[in-house]
T-cell receptor, first 111, second 111 residues
Framework: DTAVSQTPKYLVTQMGNDKSIKCEQN?????MYWYKQDSKKFLKIMFS???????INETVPNRFSPKSPDKAHLNLHINSLELGDSAVYFC??????????FGPGTRLTVL | SQQGEEDPQALSIQEGENATMNCSYKTSINNLQWYRQNSGRGLVHLIL?????REKHSGRLRVTLDTSKKSSSLLITASRAADTASYFCATDGTSGSRLTFGEGTQLTVNP
């Protein structure tokens, strides 16, 4: 039933490691997003893909690389993790500019 | 930047009272959306109001939009303890699907 799902829900890792977060949507949407929510709850868009094509790429370190194998999936790979990467990462999907539906979030803690 | 600002940052009321949250933004928009986030959870879409609409209702929610003042308000009537959450407004520009979120209002409804 889940519309937008993310795995894992929690991720605790050491500085310098490489990790991935996966996102899947079963809503048939053509656009998917990654957002970062910091400790003050401020939500900022990182990337957006439409039909597997990158359309939004905010000023994000190139250690972050999104990959969209198909319209239903958008994964986020992070290299050489830093303390400042600790945050909650949300995946979302929409039918182009319509309502965005969010996943439950992945809480990343970098030690 | 089109970052929205919400006001107040925090609001504490008693059950049964009405809660009003305001949002201001900076540039032209296609639509404005309100989301709710319960502690530790993902965002849930509440209501979308298009730039050519002035008011919209959904259950106990009433949203207004004043494009001349670049502001919106969310009214929750007859509040319940379960309404306790953070509320965010989000705007999209005229060029597509990018959503810019405000900083949120933390609403606490005391039983």
């Amino acid at each position: 039933d889940t519309a937008v799902s993310q795995t894992p829900k929690y991720l605790v890792t050491q500085m310098g490691n490489d990790k991935s977060i996966k996102c899947e949507q079963n809503l048939g949407h053509d656009t998917m997003y990654w957002y970062k929510q910091d400790s003050k709850k401020f939500l900022k868009i990182m990337f957006s893909y439409n039909n597997k094509e990158l359309i939004i790429n905010e000023t994000v370190p190139n250690r972050f690389s999104p990959k969209s194998p198909d319209k239903a999936h958008l994964n986020l790979h992070i290299n050489s993790l830093e303390l400042g990467d600790s945050a909650v990462y949300f995946c979302a999907s929409s039918q182009w500019a319509d309502t965005q539906y969010f996943g439950p979030g992945t809480r990343l803690t970098v030690l | 930047s089109q970052q929205g600002e919400e006001d107040p940052q925090a609001l504490s009321i008693q059950e049964g009272e009405n809660a009003t949250m305001n949002c201001s933004y900076k540039t032209s928009i296609n639509n404005l959306q309100w989301y709710r986030q319960n502690s530790g959870r993902g965002l849930v879409h509440l209501i979308l109001i298009r730039s050519n609409e002035r008011e919209k209702h959904s259950g106990r929610l009433r949203v207004t939009l004043d494009t001349s003042k670049k502001s919106s308000s969310l009214l929750i009537t007859a509040s319940r303890a379960a309404d306790t959450a953070s509320y965010f407004c989000a705007t999209d520009g005229t060029s597509g699907s990018r959503l810019t979120f405000g900083e949120g209002t933390q609403l606490t409804v005391n039983p």
